[in-house]
């Protein structure tokens, strides 16, 4: 019964929703890949997602969007080939800063879900702060393709699609769901190039 509620809700998304869950799902595969084109893909999931998430009431998801695409530009332009010194290769960010990160993290999302608790009618304010922040770290991370992106993100991930699913966001939900798993695809490809990089065996 609730797989086929789920089956009829999925059927009924939103065009603009399913063009930015399938643009989002090719980001993630070009972005395991290292393929410059993922930010072009990243750019136009991120425009049609900033309506959708808009017009479910996740203000800081709807926000995060616009960051997204400055993210996308800075890493179409920071991931160029056969420009000497400028192709970026995976590297490993420092602790402290991660450490950092994560409290900031913690702390500016507990401020902007008060805020947003008391200012605006978002519906689930703090699961959508700590995702936001979490994201906003996170794809930092890959934009310098350090390879720490990946736990970050599969943290943020899995928070995400509890939130589309208490939104009823079932294409995104499924969307997220599929990143759990290429995160981990991921993560594992990165760390192999990293280790090619040291001359150490893969």
Same mark, same amino acid.
């Given at each position: 019964?609730?797989?086929? @509620?789920?089956?009829?809700?999925?059927?009924? %998304?939103?065009? &603009?929703?399913?063009? #930015?869950?399938a643009l989002? !799902?090719?980001? +993630?595969?070009?972005?395991?890949?290292?393929?410059?084109?993922?930010?072009?893909?990243?750019?136009?999931?991120?425009?049609?997602?900033?309506?959708?998430?808009?017009?479910?009431?996740?203000?800081?998801?709807?926000?995060?969007?616009?960051?997204?695409?400055?993210?996308?530009?800075?890493?179409?332009?920071?991931?160029?080939? @056969?420009?000497?010194?400028?192709?970026?290769? %995976?590297?490993? &960010?420092?602790?402290? #800063?991660q450490v950092?990160? !994560?409290?900031? +993290?913690?702390?500016v999302s507990?401020?902007?879900?008060?805020?947003?608790?008391?200012?605006?009618?978002?519906?689930?304010?703090?699961?959508?702060?700590?995702?936001?922040?979490?994201?906003?770290?996170?794809?930092?991370?890959?934009?310098?393709?350090?390879?720490?992106?990946?736990?970050?993100?599969?943290?943020?991930?899995?928070?995400?699609?509890?939130?589309?699913?208490?939104?009823?966001?079932?294409?995104?939900?499924?969307?997220?769901?599929?990143?759990?798993?290429?995160?981990?695809?991921?993560?594992?490809?990165?760390?192999?190039?990293?280790?090619?990089?040291?001359?150490?065996?893969?």
């Open positions: 019964m609730l797989l086929a @509620g789920l089956l009829r809700s999925v059927a009924a %998304v939103p065009p &603009a929703e399913a063009a #930015g869950a989002g !799902l090719a980001y +993630v595969l070009l972005v395991i890949r290292q393929q410059r084109a993922c930010w072009l893909a990243a750019f136009a999931s991120t425009a049609l997602y900033l309506f959708v998430f808009w017009d479910a009431r996740l203000y800081m998801q709807a926000a995060l969007q616009l960051y997204y695409l400055g993210v996308a530009l800075y890493g179409w332009r920071a991931w160029r080939q @056969g420009v000497p010194g400028a192709a970026l290769t %995976v590297s490993r &960010a420092p602790w402290r #800063g950092t990160a !994560l409290l900031v +993290v913690v702390l507990f401020a902007t879900a008060g805020l947003l608790a008391r200012e605006t009618g978002s519906t689930q304010p703090l699961l959508d702060s700590i995702t936001t922040w979490g994201s906003v770290y996170a794809s930092w991370l890959v934009a310098r393709k350090r390879i720490d992106n990946w736990p970050w993100w599969l943290v943020v991930d899995a928070l995400i699609a509890v939130l589309c699913w208490r939104q009823q966001l079932f294409a995104s939900m499924i969307l997220y769901i599929l990143y759990l798993g290429l995160v981990v695809v991921g993560w594992r490809s990165w760390n192999l190039d990293l280790k090619r990089q040291a001359g150490r065996p893969a």
